[in-house]
């Protein structure tokens, strides 16, 4: 029983549930990347270079001889693969840039002098009349 106790004190920690939310948002993000560059962004470049679709490039290294199928180099997949990365890549790097800015602006922030004591405005008190006196 101790050890359920020690996994459930595990798994309730804000950070584990806040990784497993981050987790799952990010699988979401990248079926959402995944979708722009094969949907959204591919299309178009195929179609400005003649009408070629992406996941369809691959140079043929062995033609298919009966069962056997052919072995192929499929480089669109890959170039898809790389777009998706430049994407996230991108996407994060805004998200850290706009973080870093939004905590810089937080610690920029002037903040006020601690108020002093009674002790303290005395003692500057009579350090001001005694610098006065010379």
Same mark, same amino acid.
């Given at each position: 029983?101790?050890? *359920?106790?020690?996994?459930?004190? %595990?798994?309730?920690?804000?950070? =584990?549930?806040?990784? /497993? &939310? $981050? ?24 179609? *400005?270079?003649?009408?070629?679709? %992406?996941?369809?490039?691959?140079? =043929?290294?062995?033609? /298919? &001889? $009966? ?30 840039? %706009? ?36």
């Amino acid at each position: 029983m101790k050890i *359920l106790h020690e996994f459930k004190t %595990f798994a309730m920690k804000g950070n =584990v549930i806040d990784m /497993a &939310v $981050g987790i799952i948002i990010g699988a979401a993000f990248g079926k959402i990347v995944s979708s722009l560059v094969n949907d959204v962004i591919m299309p178009p470049i195929g179609l *400005l270079i003649g009408g070629v679709n %992406f996941s369809d490039l691959s140079i =043929v290294m062995k033609e /298919a &001889v $009966g069962e056997n199928p052919a072995v192929s180099l499929n480089y669109g997949n890959f170039l898809q693969v790389i777009f998706n990365f430049l994407i996230v890549a991108w996407a994060v790097f805004l998200l850290v840039k %706009f973080m870093n800015h939004a905590k810089r602006k937080k610690e920029e922030a002037p903040i006020a002098p601690p108020a002093l004591s009674k002790e303290e405005a005395l003692l500057s008190e009579i350090r001001d009349i005694l610098k006065n006196r010379n």
